[in-house]
DNA sequence: CCGTCGGATCGAATCGATTCGAGGAGGTGC
DNA sequence: GCACCTCCTCGAATCGATTCGATCCGACGG
């Protein structure tokens, strides 16, 4: 076998295991390597006994099957979809949103063979990143961006200069890539409505990030213009196609301790001695509208913090409808929206668009739970 | 060019999207396959104008690179990690430290141009999907399986079968793996002594899962012997070095909803109308060591419940080290674990692994961070 | 002026499997 | 008994790139 004089063998000491190939399994069956490629793929006609003898002769071999890249670079297909998720995964994934919605896209992915690819994406403010050699040249058959794009994505621009298909979740449209959204607006809509027939005239919003600035603070007409992110939009929006709130604030992230300062700062005023205690019941919002749960409970134990009793002296709204059981005995009000829904949308589509279907758009509904966080406005 | 009758264009009919490939390239530009390839690798001498003329050529056929599959087949490396996580990866990423422990991973592996396949596990107690696609036949150079193996572990055995490399975090050595752990036991034992040092006789323990049955509910003798995770085994082998624990509960996952619950069940006693409240002072234990910090912050919202005082009539400990600002105005006292770190750490095993590097065990330290929920034992 | 040396380019083998058309053996029908 | 048909197996091309050794060129030294 090792009758070439001068082998390819540079200096792989201890690596005894060159792993066995079809071939050698091929021959030692006494088969032809294409007749032991259907016994192991199923396609096409094949004696159950040589079948057997292959099965045999790789079990003896201990060849597990066929190599993955040799099959892949046959068909043409990599089996692999690319997440792209944020620059820090530690970020994207501390939003339990955002681990529903990856766990409905990996299950119904899995189903169908495909396994998931974690993509960091590139950060738009960092030209000096703008090579990820994942994103620039990883093998993958599609790539799903799960929270939107923003108007000048580094990330959707490379995947297409590369031909990469790609399915968007949450955001703007995409000339001829698939979208996966929710009625954010219509939603947000609902519940602000529903305040506002509580007798509630005084509402605050607690805002989802407007791009990806880290800032945070009022949000006033001229930084409405600048928002960068179709979700936040359409909650912005949906809040306005109701009420004009009394005050508005910007988060850096959809985290308990961000919804807990903001909401501080909408109920709270500052003292001489530097505490916080809550403002003038007579002008303060009597309902706090927070763009997600986890804004929402910050808002809640921010609430607990000034003394104000939820929901007598103040409402509570959220969006989303997670599960935080730790917010006992408070249930928050919230638009529920499917997650793990969503993200099998998202694996369809990304199916779909394998199969070679033309792009669709897939909007999912959500809806309105009343928990007993919310109540009519005080009266005072 | 197609001169070729018969072409094998079976179906694709809007699919004209034929990427180009390098030797299409190399004729354009009127050079040999080999000389286009060594215009892109980098690797070997060639004239910069001949470089430029074959990324002309490239630039007017649209060809964006080489295809990562025929590269992968030849160089015989995939440059895909598998982390192998849970069945569910809701149930997985919806603890913060395995996010973090993912983060520091992903950002290690991705410095090196490594990328990171999530594999769901093979659940041991489900024979018939014994056969997950993914773990059978994904490709990958490495499989990392962050949270530890079993004492009968399908996937670990699987890959093994495979041939593919495997790198574990936190748990069972393995013969011939590398191993990146923490020192679970001596820091349980730190926080344990910590609490006796303050007087606390009766220390009640909430434990992680001792396997994978999502059994909750009191840990005796019996049971104990059971235990099928390592960390678990470590940290309640730590908290018996230096204290037999009055009462153990076991929870079926490290959340804060499990702490809570498990602390109501320790700390409370049912009333005849089926509320709890808070048990005799005089027997009831005046410290819970939790194994997690998500545990002992729901045993921190069971102990406000139960209108007791942190730390006046209760301390409570944790593991972990996480942030938790949601609690405030209460910091946990905690033994802090390098979390991104301890990702890092697999990551470069990972690394060390596919240069062939033999396998070695690293431990990392952990400290123990007193905070404010944790004082004297209550003198009554 | 010729031999030699070094750098750039090319040819061909190789990675490991899939797939299609051809070929061969065995069985059936007339 | 012959022709035909079916079913299984085989050979060879193909996927797209990398890489090694060979070749070819110009330049330089003797």
């Given at each position: 076998m090792s009758d070439t004089p001068g082998n390819r063998?540079?200096?792989?000491?201890?690596?005894?295991?060159?792993?066995?190939?079809?071939?050698?399994?091929?021959?030692l069956a006494g088969v032809s390597v294409s007749t032991a490629s259907l016994a192991f793929s199923g396609a096409g006609p094949i004696t159950p006994e040589t079948r057997a003898r292959v099965l045999d002769a790789a079990k003896e071999l201990g060849y597990t099957g066929p190599n993955p890249l040799g099959r892949q670079l046959r068909s043409g297909r990599s089996g692999v979809v690319g997440v792209v998720v944020g620059d820090q995964l530690r970020r994207a994934f501390r939003d339990p949103v955002a681990v529903q919605v990856l766990d409905g896209l990996v299950s119904t992915l899995g189903e169908n063979g495909l396994?998931?690819?974690?993509?960091?994406?590139?950060?738009?403010?960092?030209?000096?990143?703008?090579?990820?050699p994942l994103v620039e040249s990883a093998a993958m058959d599609v790539a799903v961006l799960v929270w939107g794009v923003g108007s000048d994505d580094a990330t959707l621009a490379a995947l297409q200069r590369r031909g990469v298909p790609v399915v968007i979740g949450e955001g703007r449209a995409v000339e001829g890539t698939p979208l996966v959204a929710i009625r954010d607006r219509a939603g947000t809509?609902?519940?602000?409505?529903?305040?506002?027939?509580?007798?509630?005239?005084?509402?605050?919003?607690?805002?989802?990030?407007?791009?990806?600035?880290?800032?945070?603070?009022?949000i006033d007409a001229q930084r409405l213009a600048q928002v960068d992110r179709t979700p936040t939009a359409n909650r912005l929006a949906g809040v306005r196609d109701v009420v004009e709130p009394v005050a508005s604030w910007e988060t850096e992230a959809s985290l308990v301790e961000h919804g807990r300062s903001a909401t501080l700062a909408l109920l709270g005023s500052t003292a001489a001695d530097g505490t916080t205690e809550a403002a003038d019941p007579a002008t303060r919002?009597?309902?706090?509208?927070?763009?997600?749960?986890?804004?929402?409970?910050?808002?809640?134990?921010?609430a607990r913090e000034l003394g104000l009793r939820v929901p007598d002296d103040v409402s509570v709204a959220g969006f989303d409808g997670l599960d935080l059981p730790w917010l006992a005995p408070d249930v928050?009000?919230?638009?529920?929206?499917p997650l793990a829904r969503k993200g099998s949308e998202l694996g369809l589509a990304v199916i779909r668009q394998l199969a070679g279907e033309t792009p669709t758009t897939v909007e999912l509904d959500v809806e309105l739970v009343v928990g007993t966080t919310t109540g009519p406005a005080p009266t005072t």
């Open positions: 063998e540079p200096a792989a000491a201890a690596a005894p295991a060159h792993r066995p190939t079809l071939a050698k399994v091929a021959e396994g998931v690819l974690l993509i960091p994406g590139i950060p738009s403010d960092d030209p000096a990143r703008a090579v990820d809509a609902d519940v602000v409505r529903h305040l506002v027939d509580l007798g509630h005239t005084r509402v605050a919003e607690v805002s989802l990030p407007l791009d990806n600035s880290d800032r945070s603070g009022p919002p009597t309902a706090v509208i927070a763009h997600s749960d986890l804004l929402a409970a910050g808002a809640l134990l921010a928050l009000t919230s638009v529920h929206q």
